[in-house]
């Protein structure tokens, strides 16, 4: 059901809702099987999340350098042995401890094998082991991989998983495109970051150019630190506070194909609703 070959024909015919490391909140800590099942349930198209390694090389989905706030750990998993890791648990948004452990990658691929596109965040940290790990499971076509703008990236991609479909993250103005086109990859579209909703990225111009092309553009409502403003100003934040028309709806306006959130069920709600 969920195959990368029909991304683009999806993201044009209606647009698709990534959860953010799942859906999480109350009791449930995010990047668990539990918050990418509940997202499942509120109909996200797309389940984000991120990847790890322990000292001893075990891929654990969990963000990266998050090991004080989410499991009250002063070690991160890089520096810690797979058993380690395997003895820690999530704590809630209350700061009391959780019955849920970290789980491995090798866990959540068999959670969300045909269920979901996986959109698989810190791909580039460890690309080769993630790749090998996601051809074990036989889930090529379910999976989106994503890096930053950087050539060396871009070439590793193509040496590693060229048959991935990917998404590089592009900031305020697109230069890579191009020559992303004239590589040997799978490149699906682009996800834009950009402080200013008049940059470049956002313009009819540009996203109609994508779509020319077969190309989609992602775009993030989520708000990880206020200080970092990564879509403009619309955002989750001000679509359930305030207006939503002025933030999901302008996202909607501008005709991004694919919207993460850490609301799924809401976002879906409001897309329905227009």
């Known amino acids: 059901m969920f195959n990368t070959d029909r991304l683009f024909e999806e993201g ?106 996986i959109n698989v965040d810190k791909f580039w940290t460890f690309m080769p082991e993630i790749a090998a790990a996601i051809r074990a499971h036989g889930m090529e076509k379910q999976v989106i991989v994503k890096t930053p703008c950087e050539e060396k990236y871009f070439d590793e991609l193509e040496r590693v998983a060229p048959d991935f479909a990917f ?17 040997g990859i ?19 111009a540009y996203i109609d150019k994508m779509h020319d092309q077969g190309l989609l553009v992602w775009v993030n409502a989520i708000v990880y630190d206020t200080r970092a403003v990564i879509s403009g100003g619309h955002t989750d934040d001000g679509a359930l506070t305030g207006d939503p028309d002025a933030h999901w709806g302008w996202m909607l306006d501008r005709g991004f194909d694919i919207i993460q959130t850490d609301w799924c069920s809401m976002l879906k709600s409001y897309i329905a609703g227009r």
């Open 186 to 204: 799978r490149y699906a579209g682009a996800e834009v970051i950009f402080r200013d909703e008049n940059d470049p990225v956002t313009s009819k």
């Open 12 to 117: 044009r015919s209606h647009t698709l809702v990534a959860a953010h490391r799942g859906a999480s909140g109350g009791n449930i800590p995010c990047n668990t099987l539990a918050a990418y099942g509940i997202a499942l349930r509120q109909g996200a198209d797309i389940v984000e999340i991120d990847v790890a390694r322990s000292r001893d090389g075990q891929l654990f989905t969990f963000h990266p350098g998050m090991e004080k706030a989410h499991l009250h750990s002063e070690t991160e998993i890089r520096d810690m042995t797979a058993s380690e890791v395997e003895t820690l648990r999530f704590f809630n948004q209350d700061d009391t401890p959780t019955p849920y452990a970290v789980s491995t990658l090798d866990e959540t691929l068999d959670f969300l094998k045909g269920k979901c596109y």
């Open 167 to 183: 998404i590089p993250m592009v900031r305020t103005t697109d230069d890579v495109t191009d020559g992303l086109l004239r590589r």
